[in-house]
């Protein structure tokens, strides 16, 4: 394929961002996996000193149980510089590594990879890893592994035209994957917004109780405060429900907000009356 139809598939990534991020991850791993014909790969994205595992796909192991999956979710590698790992080095260097004989490298430390291979059966045989380099601040996010490039079960070494592909395909996918990170840090942001709202309309709950029915108080100003409130949390809940953010992200502090709506409302309504 030429390199400059790689283009034509920004908008088919770029879109992906109303999924989670683990979703997302699924989608892109998905899509360069069968482009290349490889079996299997990971994901890794950067978490403080470490990469930290998220995303394994194998078509020959498709059937792996989801407790072996979950316990992956654990896995952290240390970026060390001197580490023999081939994700951490291809994280340091911010550059492609590619190896297409596993059992006879030296080079790099595949001593997990061999333990997986022979606890589910599986042979590990050629491996292309490529760092994930956000294109505005020139920081690698993470790595992208691909694992056993085959056709009619027969291991094919990777090439020159999967390695320019590659870098076009990982660039499109860290501008992906860095907004939709930062769409998820927005919403913890207005998240964290949205309990200080719930403290502050508790406070309001609380002075409307003790208001004796004989006490006379404008109530416009919590009114228009309400509104305005309700018309953010259209947009919230707008986002909420495209899954842009965490599923559980918002669930207590938004139902606790309109429950509080409601009774300040239920409030106000007794105290004119």
């Known amino acids: 394929m030429n390199i400059d139809n790689i283009i034509n598939t920004e908008d088919n990534i770029i879109h992906l961002d109303n999924y989670s991020l683990d979703k997302l991850l699924e989608q892109l791993l998905f899509y360069i996996r069968n482009h290349i014909s490889c079996d299997a790969g990971t994901i890794y994205l950067r978490e403080n000193n470490y990469l930290r595992f998220h995303i394994f796909q194998n078509d020959t192991l498709i059937s792996l149980d989801d407790d072996t999956k979950a316990k992956s979710k654990n896995i952290r ?14 994280y340091n260097s911010s550059s492609i590594i590619t190896v297409n004989n596993i059992y006879e490298n030296s080079q790099y430390d595949f001593s997990k990879t061999k333990e997986f291979d022979k606890e589910f059966k599986y042979k590990s045989n050629n491996m292309l890893v490529i760092p994930l380099v956000n294109p505005e601040t020139m920081i690698t996010i993470g790595v992208i ?3 056993n490039k085959m056709q009619d079960d027969a291991y094919l070494p990777f090439t020159d035209e999967d390695t320019q592909y590659l870098k076009a395909f990982a660039t499109l996918a ?13 919403m913890q942001s207005i998240n964290n917004n949205l309990l200080e709202l719930n403290k502050n309309l ?23 405060n309400i509104q305005t409130v309700k018309s953010a949390l259209k947009s919230i809940k707008l986002q909420k429900d495209l899954n842009i953010n965490d599923p559980h992200l918002f669930n207590e502090s938004y139902s606790i907000l309109l429950s509080n709506i409601n009774i300040i409302e239920e409030e106000i309504s007794k105290k004119e009356s």
């Not at 590698?77 to 291809?90: D, G, P, Y």
């Open 77 to 90: 590698l240390s970026l060390e510089n001197n580490s023999k790992l081939i994700a951490v080095q291809a």
């Open 145 to 147: 592994q691909l694992i």
């Open 174 to 186: 860290s501008i992906s994957i860095v907004k939709l990170q930062n769409n998820i840090l927005g």
């Open 202 to 224: 508790n406070t309001e709950i609380i002075d409307l109780k003790e208001l004796k029915s004989t006490e006379k108080r404008n109530f416009n100003h919590l009114q228009n």
